[in-house]
């Protein structure tokens, strides 16, 4: 047992979800002098036969469990930099987007990310997935990345030709073998997959409802078949199992009732909306939040 890990913590409030749960093993990288320990914690589960998972703001993540054999590893690394001349961006992954996205507006008149504000999640999460709304992906302006790569114990910068962005995806979602540490932007010129003149904050505040969710739970099959209208035209808009329910303000947002709930209510409410859209509109829906399971 390492003395840098605590044990058998509650981890309810790590997900947005708000689920009972907890962790064998937990530790927090709280600055860069605890990356140092990564590499014992990592030896430690390797032994002992134990999974790791790595945490920031848990906008993106269900856990499927009561408990979780292994190592939670929580994200608290925060701070910034913005140069004026450059427009460079420096931003370490615990940052929350939104804030960031505010701060550029008010401090420094740079709303190249107005579109991200209202968006949940850290900045790292947000690279992770490769988020994005009404155009603007994180993978648009990003240059690099530093990273731990848990593989070799050791540092790495990678950039963008090596991350295979794609639709709600990158390489660290792909292999998951990499921590960010911190992520670097190019914000000299504005890069969009689309234009839109959506106003994102109006959008959000009357069409996205509040509460204990991870914000839209399925991907998109396609521009045309948006994942909200597909659980709406199957009757699962505002339905409710237990805990859990799918919002009647956004059919794609999976929630609960109330903290401390079953994630079993979640998982059952997933398992039949795609059971009823692959049965009805013959697509498959592929979820974007993550579903930790032991």
Not at 8 to 23: D, G, Q, V
Not at 124 to 130: E, P, T
Not at 192 to 219: A, H, M, T, W
């Amino acid at each position: 047992m390492l003395k840098s890990l605590q044990q058998n913590i509650e981890i309810t409030n790590l997900s947005n979800f708000k689920t009972k749960a907890f962790t064998k093993y937990y530790f927090e990288i709280n600055n860069e002098n605890d990356i140092l320990n990564l590499k014992e914690i990592l030896e430690f589960a390797g032994k002992n036969t134990l999974k790791v998972l790595f945490v920031g703001a848990g906008t993106n993540m269900l856990f499927a469990f009561n408990l979780f054999d292994g190592i939670v590893i929580k994200n608290n690394l925060k701070g910034y930099d913005y140069n004026e001349n450059t427009k460079i961006l420096e931003v370490y992954s615990s940052e929350k987007i939104t804030q960031i996205a505010l701060d550029l507006e008010n401090n420094y008149n740079q709303n190249i990310w107005h579109r991200f504000i209202g968006l949940p999640g850290s900045v790292g999460g947000a690279l992770f997935g490769n988020a994005g709304c009404f155009g603007l992906e994180t993978e648009n302006n990003f240059l690099k990345a530093i990273v731990y790569n848990l593989s070799t114990n050791k540092l790495e910068t990678l950039t963008k030709d090596e991350l295979n962005f794609s639709y709600r995806s990158s390489l660290f979602k792909q292999t998951k073998n990499y921590f960010i540490i911190k992520i670097y932007f190019d914000l000299s010129k504005i890069v969009e997959k689309y234009s839109s003149d959506v106003d994102n904050i109006k959008f959000r505040k009357e069409l996205q409802p509040k509460g204990n969710s991870c914000g839209s739970f399925f991907k998109n099959p396609s521009k045309e078949n948006s994942a909200g209208s597909l659980i709406e035209g199957v009757g699962l808009k505002g339905f409710i199992y237990n805990n859990a329910y799918f919002s009647d303000k956004h059919a794609n947002f999976l929630m609960t009732l109330k903290d401390n709930g079953d994630y079993k209510d979640l998982i059952y409410l997933i398992k039949l909306a795609q059971e009823k859209v692959l049965s009805k509109f013959d697509l498959l829906l592929e979820n974007e939040v993550q579903i930790i399971t032991n």
